[in-house]
Nanobody, 119 residues
Framework: QVQLVESGGGLVQPGGSLRLSCAASRDIFSISVMGWYRQAPGKQRELVATITNGGSTTYADSMKGRLTISRDTKKNTVYLQMNSLKPEDTAVYYC?????????????WGQGTQVTVSS
């Protein structure tokens, strides 16, 4: 089991920045992939960024260049730095953890944190 707790969301003006945090309940080196997803009202949840336990990262094309996903292994925390935010980035952002085993995989979600980009 992995518990994930997000923080750092809020209201920001267009062009502003936010850093989201996701604290995991166990050693993140033991988690295959951690990532961030978002879901805007009336839309499907979509991938934002991921980081593997080896440190490889991926980013959504729509936000590439404006994001940095990073981690602090001592704090078991993954961060998402978002810059140059746009109104269309408004969504609930969810932390995700995927654990791959030989015969199965497991997935965990945080409760989400609201990001609102508005003037």
């Amino acid at each position: 089991q992995v518990q994930l707790v997000e923080s750092g969301g809020g209201l920001v003006q267009p062009g502003g920045s936010l850093r989201l945090s996701c604290a995991a309940s166990r050693d993140i080196f033991s988690i295959s992939v951690m990532g961030w997803y978002r879901q805007a009202p009336g839309k499907q949840r979509e991938l934002v960024a991921t980081i593997t336990n080896g440190g490889s990262t991926t980013y959504a094309d729509s936000m590439k260049g404006r994001l940095t996903i990073s981690r602090d292994t001592k704090k078991n925390t993954v961060y998402l730095q978002m810059n140059s935010l746009k109104p269309e980035d408004t969504a609930v952002y969810y932390c995700n953890a995927k654990q791959y085993y030989v015969l199965e995989s497991k997935e965990y979600w945080g409760q989400g944190t609201q990001v609102t980009v508005s003037s």
